[in-house]
């Protein structure tokens, strides 16, 4: 029996019928804003244009588009065409003369206790404000400036100052280290860096501002640094480089008004880098206009957004999520979002379940490996708290176990709080397999393409897989929120994304489609690694321990790991006169730590003699996972030796 005749069948009585379905209980139908999934996805793919446009005409534009796709440069599909927007005009400004002036935009809590809120008036003033300091120091239309910065409120602060006056932000992960952030200041030439003193993290502070001066010895782009006081520790303020923030925001060039830059809707909006096949990562570029209607649709619809909510993305603003959905699209519908910055378990494991509790949050969106963390602490922690006020949750970043699954709907959501598993990509922008809360669910399956989207799982030869055989996952229709290119190497795009299947994006995963046109996700097949649901990239990591004097050469793959659903195993050759001793793999292991991030540090460090290569001298990671987990190595004609 297909799908959705059993939620018509079950329709309303919110139990499991079956083995492994989920339905939404009568009260999540009766308050979704699209009650018939099948009626609005029939109508929209006769015309995902007329539904693109009715998407973006709740919007606000300086200048309508004359066309909603233009495809005739395809890839490089380009959105509204013509319309002039800004998203700080729809995350911001337009609130301003509505009920939602006074409106809670942030409720934020630090990890040492401290809370702050701030209102969407207040959010503008600040931004404006700082949108000011950015022009006073140089910023124009079109630079680009990198952020790096620990989680506080500060941060969606400067990106929405640099998109107000149309410069490109390039958020680099705060968990990242000197080499990640000197590679990506260097690729995107930025002249304007903004970063912290530190961040708490785990009761201890990662010191970003010693870090950024690192990684400013090796690149001698960027001219002025904004560092924002945090945890009040000393830290090195180099004359005519560095300025405080609460300094620079005191001064009279920081005025709270500012005028709103008009974009064209196809003007980048930010870069964001991510790691892919080869050597350095690559810049993503996304955009004012599409970017804009893509993100606002998805989280209006998933997540059945309404003003009483209080909403959680419990992610970086640093990585795509943070983005898309803790910063553009929660502010563009008008939402109150809380941040927490720190960690899950400090002090204790249940220091989630009490920020649920004490602000009331009606959703949360978090990663399953977020989710295994803590169900090792058992079902005590969050059956001590308040959970009544969730009505939806969320689960991004990697393929989320049915245990997993089962333990979330079960003591975070009670049973009654429908899991909406949300399959994209920094790529993609916006949600793109993804359930909308009246979606029957099955645990482990983000359900079926979002309204006008159409994905495929093909064969190596591009037939279109079996029912339940496993296959590449393709995308075969555009999406206003697609990337439009990688900053400075259109080549590239076209290569890694458009030229396996011609006319059809390759997303780099293995999925299969059961019976019920339910698509499963099974991981990357690519050498991006997600650990912890952090992307990460083979290249990086060896290329990180490579850098290490001792190491000749080093391969990298990932490994199933209980909780972080990727862990890294490295094998390394070391060089002549170095000694393959505990204390040097531990040293490799910190070092990696230093350079890449402490989230890229090797869960192993094999030493070997020789690495298996290809006759061209491609190591080969497929025959390195094989052995490592005492299966059939395949075809290995192509070996060196
Ligand atoms: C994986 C994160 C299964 C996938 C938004 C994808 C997922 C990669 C899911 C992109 C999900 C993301 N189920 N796998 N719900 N969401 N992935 O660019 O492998 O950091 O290709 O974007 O994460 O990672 P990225």
Partial sequence: MMVEQLARNGKGNGTKEGADLYYPSADVVERAQVKDWNALADFSSKDPMGFWAARAEELGWYQKWDSVLDDSGKPFYKWFVGGKTNIVHNAIDRHLHTHRKNKLAFIWQGEDGAERSMSYFSLNREVSKFANVLKALGVRKGDRVTIYMGRVMELPIAMLACAKIGAIHSVVYGGFSVEALHSRIEDSQSRVLITCDGAFLNGKVVELKGIVDEALKRTAAVETVVVYRRTGKPVHMEEGRDYWWHELMALPIASPKCETEKMDAEDPLFLLYTSGTTGTPKALVHTHGGYS??????????????????????????????????????????????????????????????????????????????????????????????????????????????????????????????????????????????????????????????????????????????????????????????ARTVYKDPDRYVSTYWTKYPGKYFTGDSARVDEDGYFWIIGRVDDVIKVSGYRLGTAEVESALVSHPAVAEAAAIGLPHEIKGNAIHTYVILRSGFEPTEKLAEELRQHVGVELGPIAKPEKIEFVAKLPKTRSGKIMRRVLRARALGMPEGDISTIED
Wanted: proline residues 9%; negative net charge; charged residues 20%.
């Fill in 293 to 482: 209607v893509g993100i606002y649709a998805t989280f209006k619809y998933v997540f059945d957004i309404t003003d009483e909510d209080r909403y959680w993305c419990a992610a970086d603003p640093g990585w795509i999520t943070g983005h898309s959905y803790i910063v553009y699209a929660p502010l563009m519908t008008g939402t109150t979002s809380v941040i927490y910055e720190g960690a899950p378990t400090y002090p204790y494991p249940d220091r989630w379940w009490r920020i649920v509790e004490k602000y009331g949050v009606t959703i949360l969106y978090t990663a399953p490996t977020a989710i295994r963390g803590l169900m090792r602490f058992g079902e005590a922690w969050p059956n001590r708290c308040d959970l009544s006020s969730l009505r939806l949750l969320g689960s991004v970043g990697e393929p989320i176990n049915p245990e997993a699954w089962r333990w979330y709907y079960k003591n975070i959501g009670k049973d009654r709080c429908p899991i909406m598993d949300t399959w994209w990509q920094t790529e993609t922008g916006m949600f793109m397999i993804t359930p909308t809360p009246v979606v029957p669910l099955k645990p482990g399956s983000g359900t079926r393409p979002f309204f006008t989207l159409r994905a495929e799982v093909l064969d190596d030869h591009g037939r279109t897989a079996a029912p339940n055989e496993e296959g590449f996952l393709v995308l075969t229709t555009p999406w206003p929120a697609m």
